[in-house]
């Protein structure tokens, strides 16, 4: 079940590089928080206009200030992150010795893998998982790490396992 799960992952993984969403998702974040960065960097009296006594611009505009050099540091991440990140060009993971048992092609390709639990975000599998680089070819293998409580069982409330 862990090695399904596994294999799973890094085929979404593959297909996220491929298409280029990884690039484009980490661009878009890069723009969204430069903008907003630079908004409230530079213009902090357009949110502070008009607001009552409480949130005077004498106090907000500083702090909206400060919010605004930390979106724009946000935002110089993200574009670290796309320039340093894969390219769609790129195939995943590092090269693997040996042919395909499918294909008979050397176009083996291993990297390492985890898979979340989307409500809390605890780690249910995690290894190694080789696929074949080869167009139409469905070879995959997942070696698990068998020190996860998620490898082969489920974890319950609070992260213990089920069982």
Known sequence: MDEELLIQ???RQRR???TGMSLAGALALA????AVGFLLAAHPGAITIGLPYPFSPDFLGPVLTAF???ALLIAASFVVTAVSGPRPRDPWGEPAPGDC????QPALRSGEVT?????TLLAVASGTVTLCGTPG??????GPD?????AGSSPGPLGRAAG
């Not at 723009?31 to 430069?34: G, N, P």
């Not at 048992?101 to 008979?104: H, K, Q, T």
């Not at 898979?115 to 409500?119: L, N, T």
């Open 115 to 119: 898979v979340w639990e989307a409500s």
């Open 101 to 104: 048992p499918a294909c008979g």
């Open 146 to 150: 068998r020190g996860l409580a998620g």
């Open 16 to 18: 996220r590089q491929r």
């Open 31 to 34: 723009v969204f928080f430069a």
């Open 68 to 70: 605004g050099v930390i």
């Open 9 to 11: 992952e890094a085929l």
């Open 137 to 142: 070819c469905p070879h995959a293998t997942a």
